[in-house]
Nanobody
Framework: QVQLVESGGGLVQAGGSLRLSCTAS????????MGWFRQAPGKERDVVSA????????YYKDSVKGRFTISRDNAKNTVYLQMSSLKPEDTAVYYC???????????????WGQGTQVTVSS
């Protein structure tokens, strides 16, 4: 079992920045891919970004490329999502997840955090 706790969400004005953190316990994340997903009201949960076990390969949803950066510190069992130039359409609950493969699919991720709310005002 892996427990994940996200933090760093909040209310920010458009154009601002936030840094989300996700810390794991119960097992090292070193051998897992990690993903950040988001879910807005009335919409399905979808991938924002994902990172391979070593951090050498990353994926970004088209709409966040150039604005968001995913990183990980395996020694701290933590993955980060630096979000800049935030837009109102980025408003959602953000979840981190532990996966078996580097994937865009929710079904490939086995453990999930409880989520952190990000609200971007216009």
């Amino acid at each position: 079992q892996v427990q994940l706790v996200e933090s760093g969400g909040g209310l920010v004005q458009a154009g601002g920045s936030l840094r989300l953190s996700c810390t794991a316990s119960g097992r090292t994340i070193r051998t897992y891919t990690m993903g950040w997903f988001r879910q807005a009201p009335g919409k399905e949960r979808d991938v924002v970004s994902a990172i391979s076990q070593s951090g050498g390969t990353t994926y970004y949803k088209d709409s966040v490329k150039g604005r968001f950066t995913i990183s990980r510190d395996n020694a701290k069992n933590t993955v980060y999502l630096q979000m800049s130039s935030l837009k109102p359409e980025d408003t959602a609950v953000y979840y981190c997840a532990v996966g078996r493969i580097l994937s865009y699919s929710v079904s490939d991720y086995d453990y999930w955090g409880q989520g952190t709310q990000v609200t971007v005002s216009s």
